[in-house]
């Protein structure tokens, strides 16, 4: 096992490496002047000139790329020219807030997965079978910023039950940041009426992203169980009288959960897209919401380091992944431990 | 001679149709994947035909006409103005043609290269070749298809073509990933060695051995892509790192309708169903191929 996670790991560093040099390489070629992007049409060309040189843009691609790989390994990743502020000290306030947004979804998609998913296997055929269906092809079919205007017009605009946009009412002042994560903040600032704020901000845009990932767990979740149902030890267990309850949590469940673990990772990195979507809609004071600004104003250096959290995340998530499956799959754990 | 030509061709234009038919009486069982062609030929024809149908085609453009701003759905307005008085109806049906444009240029530039660094990295399995494909590839992969597609865009300059562009190099990896592997497990299949063996060239071997073998995933893939390329070329103009305004664009009219919310909702419900309509009748199509194909894999 450890032999496993120790080559996945020395596989994602090659091929993190690789997205680094290509993602360099593009922000390098494409036409125009960074430095003159970064300090507008007023700068003298002099300074323009002092820029260059500051960022190495006057040397070949070969030693601005050491450079800038030398600063990356100390945890230097440039100044943004959009903030003006170093890309670490930027990524670290609005990282927390997309985190939050995301893991709130997560949570959300698989408990309203896993139900639908259970409901839909054992009132096979029935109406709601056919609703979670029909929900699972529109879901595929909605782009997740649409999910997030209709939620934001139907609730929010409309019938006035949820707030609509940012992380807390305009007017009320933020607890200190600790974690960064705004409810468990407000809890330690002692104020659970925060809490319950941010709980009501959260709620619009964590549905965005997760209406999607419920309809198809759902539908991964339905067909894996009415696989497993027709399994011998199944009709063995129901033979010999085990309560149908306990049959579906022990028995069935366990194993039909292993498909919907297998598309996490997938999961996460459609999680991560569509978040730049949903924060913009809403307004979210996010990472990926950071992250657009930096890219609509060609902030080289906050792009490469963006596309890199995400690649890192992306390569984490999956490890953390194949581990779980590992654990829960005795074939695969066989499988690898032999290989 | 020339009527023994005339004789194999006509036998083997009996045996298409037959190939033909069989597959649509499969494809034809699920009436959702018949419901989705006919949706998606309407779509096509009016895209198409966009200049004659749309009421007022000039509204496509940069057309101001202040007094019809914001006017609500009417008999003269099906779908309602916009804010500077554009009939949102024309401008969706020209919509149309830009998603359908993007879909098709993303896929004629990622398909081609993605199939033929699939067939080569697949054939020449275990040596340099097939390593260096592979691992560029996996670079490729290493963040997801949008983030990569959006950075690409912003750091080009935004626009229809670009977003094409950067969405395109975003889509290869899936192609030569899906090639590769069908190629890699057909590569020591005695019709390969045997072509081999008789000196048979390598183009020959890898179009016209394996890659016929490779046409059912593929064309399933690419009617299910379309959708998503659709998807993500909305995406990316409703960012702002896609098609510029007055291009009618439904991504970027969705961006310019949101801000109208609640009170002009037309401006973005009509837009927004539009592009749910495209996607989810590209989906159904890609369902029922993929029930043609697979049945004939086996």
Known sequence: MAKYIALRLGQSIFVLFGLSLLIFFIARVVPGDPARVALGNLATEEQVQKLRAEMHLDRPFAVQYYYWLKSMLRGDLGKSLYTQRPVTTDLRQY?????????????????????????????????????????????????????????????????????????????????????????????????????????????????????????????????????????DYIIAHEVHGIRPTKLVFKYLLKPSIIPTVTVMGLDFAFLMSNAFLVELVFFWPGFARYAVNAMLSKDLNAIVAVVLVIGVTFALVNLVVDTIITFLDPAIRIQRRGG | MIAEHGVRIWAALARRRRGLAKGWYKYSRNSLSVLGLVVLVLIGLTAGLAPYIAPYPEHAAAYTNFREAGLPPSKDHLFGTDRVGRDVLSRVIFGYRFSLLLGIVVLSLAVPSGVVLGLLGGYYNGTWIEVLIMRITDVFL?????????????????????????????????????????????????FVREAELTGASRMHILFKEILPNCFGPIMTKVTLDMGIAILMGASLSFIGLGAQPPTPDLGTMLADGAKRLPSEWWSTIFPALAIVMVILAFNLVGDGLRDVFAVEEV
């Not at chain 1, 979804?105 to 408990?111: D, F, G, M, R």
């Not at chain 1, 649409?146 to 006035?160: C, D, E, G, P, Y």
Request: some cysteine.
């Open chain 1, 95 to 231: 990282i927390p807030a997309t985190l939050e947004l995301i893991l709130f979804a997560t949570l959300i998609s698989l408990v309203f997965g896993q139900v639908t998913g259970v409901l839909a296997g054992y009132f096979r055929n029935s109406w709601f079978d056919n609703l979670s269906r029909l929900a699972s092809y529109l879901g595929v079919a909605t782009p997740s910023f649409v999910v997030a205007i209709l939620l934001l017009f139907i609730f929010s605009q409309l019938l006035k039950l949820a707030p609509s946009v940012g992380r807390l009412p305009l007017m009320v002042k933020a607890p200190p940041t600790v974690t960064g994560f705004m409810i468990i903040d407000s809890l330690l600032a002692g104020r659970p009426d925060l809490t319950l704020l941010a709980l009501k901000h959260l709620v619009l845009p964590a549905f965005s992203l997760a209406v999607i990932h419920i309809a198809q767990e759902g539908r991964i979740t339905r067909s894996s169980l009415i696989e497993n149902v027709q399994k």
């Open chain 2, 142 to 190: 290493a963040v997801p298809p949008l983030v990569l597609a959006m950075s690409i865009a912003a750091m080009l300059t935004p626009n229809l073509f670009n977003a094409m562009i950067a969405i395109s190099l975003s889509w290869w990896p899936w192609y030569c990933r899906l090639v590769y592997s069908v190629t890699a497990s057909l590569r020591n299949q005695f």
